[in-house]
């Protein structure tokens, strides 16, 4: 019987929205698929879209970015600056052929502890339905060979 | 006794080689570019070309090569070597020019230590070399001491015949005469008219430009401020030559495993000689170009005798800037005595 | 007169008169069709300029590098429409002081080349903000409708082949006047975050992530396509990230020097069609 497929699934979350999120589902001890890791940002401001390639490159089947509802950031304006940069990364990426499927993102405030759980659990679901993220991880396995034959 | 391969029998050759375990690479044009690949077929080449836009170094000097695979454990680090395969290549159609590049290249590769990826690459490879009937304003062999029929670093040499049916066949090495007795079969014996080799007029003085180099007061002069103006510092040019073989060494991993890799480098970056320090020796381009020519045609040529440029001319022709190696020593060759 | 005649003695008397210390603008290459940048100081040299419709070349990439406008000089340059929406966008990223830089501006149609009227940026104003309003080059996108047409799998194909080719040659990012970084992001190690290698995933990264920088900057000089030494149509790319940011945000690049970049900036309603 051969194992299911765990997807790996790196989450950029912010401090004050997401994170606490997500800390609400621990302590309403919901449960939620364990697939995540979750890597805290201050804010999503912060989030660069080389923490997404470089979670690709790192061997991540999926990602998601997560922050304050617009207008909720505890930086004021940080949120909407990380939303322009990733309509933009989006475009790129699903231009160059990489799933945009893959990389999600949503905005999950501090109260949400039960959306968070439920929008793991779906992502992870999602993922999986994906399957491993083979095309670019097979950009990897051939830098360990010998090109040019 | 003299050979000639006729074009129709290319592809017996071919299986012929493949069959003996030879892979077999030849000009080929894929994805908008013209470059050495494998070919299971005479069709698949592109021998019409003045020259492919990249070089046959691109296969025995990686642009990305790893070298070792370390893990790092509690009291130790393993390390396994990541030698190239033992996989015997034929390099069919290849310019004098790109061949005598591999040879230059040998001295450096072999002077104060044995580089193993090379010479295991070099070792396992038959350059077989066309002699060149064409050639465009940028090709500058005459120039640097070869020709268009140079056969430095080639171990066959076919001449092509003037009715355009085949190739005068030449071995040159004793590995060139053990691939060429092994088609035996399927080349003519005879002589035929060869094709004139292309006309390449010499487009300065290479002694001259050497020895202006090789004065001290050459340093400092104006000149080199003035014909760098338009470069841009990209790697272009050296990563085209064929005899280009700056390399940087890059570990890629993470924190318990990874790779060491020999990746192409440039002395046209800005980045070149960026010292931990900050500072940096050659921080203007014109310092950066200066070392180029230098390096090619004073400080290669002191150590090895020879000037380290093959003369095909792809530093002009596929500079952005219209930049390239031919403009500054015809600059350094028309210099009042 | 033709412009080439007129422009040369208009340089001659700039040069002369010390109203500037340099005209950058384009001379005769290695080959009969062939331009070069070509950095003239007198009135002498500037016998050397030529403008025909083999002058394609953004020169204003010539304006940013060591310190050239540091001593508060101007410099004369050729540019063309493309040209000019560069000096905007570096005005507005405090790169280039629009005062210093004199422009001989001129736009080649049919193969022929013609003056625009203007000395500095802000005189051909009304220009570029026409050239807003017909939009991106419908031959790019074109060509872009072909990949946006295939499959996600097949496109990530095609730009494997593609960038399997590139040498990181960073050619196409020396070329761009809007590349100017003093220290590129990959040449940072601490930490490493693109690799500098060039196998085809480090390909895949380093040009996604300077199309990315380009979102929104690219003029579409294609200067990257031409310089690129293994033919990867890197206008494609570039035209996406444009074609995007106007499309979601109305952002042309380099419309005027007080423009804010759009990555910089933002409005509380773009559009946000992808949140869960």
């Known amino acids: 019987m051969s194992e299911p497929f ?46 997404i390639l470089k979670a690709l490159q790192k061997g991540a089947d999926g990602v998601l970015v997560s922050g304050c509802h617009p207008g909720d950031c505890h930086f004021a304006q940080g949120n909407y600056h990380a939303r322009r940069r990733w309509t933009v990364f989006r475009s790129l990426l699903s231009f160059t052929g990489i799933p945009e499927e893959r990389i999600k993102f949503s905005w999950v405030s501090a109260a949400e502890g039960a959306k968070f759980a439920e929008l793991i659990n779906d992502v992870t679901e999602q993922i999986r339905d994906l399957g491993p993220f083979e095309q670019y991880q097979e950009l990897q396995k051939v830098i360990e060979t010998q090109s040019s034959y | 006794m003299t050979r000639i391969l006729l074009h129709d029998r290319l592809d017996d050759c071919l299986a012929a080689w493949r069959s003996s375990g030879f892979r077999v690479l030849a000009p080929t044009r894929r994805d908008d570019l013209t470059r050495f690949d494998e070919v299971r077929s005479a069709a698949e080449m592109a021998l019409d070309i003045i020259m492919p836009e990249r070089t046959i170094k691109d296969h025995f000097f990686l642009q990305t090569e790893p070298m070792i695979r370390y893990r790092i454990k509690k009291q130790e680090i393993d390390t396994e070597e990541m030698l190239p395969p033992e996989q015997k290549r034929l390099f069919f159609g290849v310019r004098p020019c790109d061949a005598s590049g591999l040879a230059i290249d040998d001295q ?45 670093g080639s171990d066959v040499m076919l001449h092509p015949l003037k009715d355009g049916r085949g190739w005068q066949v030449v071995t040159l090495t004793d590995r060139g005469k053990s691939l060429v007795d092994g088609i035996a079969s399927i080349l003519q014996e005879g002589t035929a008219e060869t094709a004139p080799t292309a006309s390449v007029p010499v487009k300065f003085d290479v002694d001259k430009v050497a020895s202006w180099l090789a004065d001290p007061a050459s340093f400092e002069s104006h000149l080199w401020k003035e014909v760098s103006q338009r470069c841009i510092g990209c790697g272009s040019c050296t990563f085209l030559c064929p005899t280009c073989h700056c390399f940087d060494i890059q570990d890629e991993g993470d924190t318990y495993s990874g790779i060491r890799r020999k990746n192409w480098d440039s002395c046209s970056f800005a980045m070149f000689t960026m010292h931990t320090s900050g500072h940096n020796p050659r921080n203007t381009q014109s310092t950066r170009w200066r070392q180029r020519i230098m390096h090619k045609f004073n400080y290669y040529r002191g150590k090895f005798d020879v000037n380290s440029c093959s003369g095909c001319g792809r530093c002009t022709r596929q500079c952005p800037v219209d930049m390239g190696i031919t403009e500054t020593l015809q600059v350094i060759s028309n210099l009042p005595r | ?161 593609q960038f399997a080719k590139c040498i990181k040659c960073y050619a196409c990012r020396q070329v761009c006047p809007m590349c100017y970084c003093r220290r590129c992001i990959v040449d940072v190690n601490q930490p490493q975050w693109v690799n500098t290698s060039s196998h085809t995933l480090g390909n895949f990264e380093w040009n996604i992530v300077r199309a990315f920088h380009l979102a929104g900057r690219c003029v579409a000089c294609g200067g990257c396509d031409r310089a690129c030494p293994v033919n990867i149509p890197l206008r494609l790319i570039n035209h996406r990230m444009s074609k995007e940011a106007l499309d979601a945000f109305d952002h042309f690049a380099g419309e005027s020097a007080d423009q804010k970049p759009v990555l910089a900036t933002f409005r509380q309603d773009d559009p946000e069609t992808f949140i869960l």
């Open chain 3, 1 to 161: 007169m033709g412009i080439q005649e007129q422009y040369r003695i208009e340089a001659a008397e700039l040069l002369s008169s010390g109203a500037v210390k340099l005209v950058i603008g384009y001379g005769q290459g290695s080959t009969p069709d062939r331009r070069r940048p070509v950095f003239i100081r007198s009135a002498e040299e500037s016998k050397q300029l030529l403008l025909d419709s083999y002058c394609v070349a953004n020169l204003s990439g010539y304006l940013v590098p060591e310190g050239l406008l540091s001593d508060g000089k101007s410099v004369g340059v050729f540019l063309k429409p493309d040209g000019i929406r560069s000096v905007n966008i570096l005005t507005a990223e405090a790169q280039v002081n629009p005062d210093q830089v004199v422009i001989f501006g001129f736009d080649i149609e049919n193969g022929n080349t013609k003056p625009l009227s203007g000395r500095k940026a802000i005189d051909f104003a009304p220009l570029i903000e026409s050239m807003k309003s017909t939009g991106l080059s419908p031959e790019l996108q074109h060509e872009a409708d072909r990949l946006e047409q295939m499959s996600a799998s097949e496109r990530f194909e095609y730009w494997k082949a």
């Open chain 1, 6 to 51: 765990e997807p790996k699934i790196v989450a950029f979350v912010c401090t004050y929205c997401t994170y606490a999120g997500a800390d609400l589902a621990g302590t309403s001890r919901i449960k939620y698929a364990p697939n995540v890791r979750i890597v805290r940002l201050p804010c999503t401001g912060r989030i660069s879209p080389m923490f």
């Open chain 2, 108 to 152: 450096l590769f072999g002077w104060d230590y044995k580089d193993a990826y090379w010479f295991q690459r070099r070792e396992n490879s038959v350059i077989v070399t066309i002699a060149c009937t064409k050639a465009d304003d940028f090709c500058m062999c005459t120039s640097v001491q070869l020709s268009p029929d140079s056969t430095k």
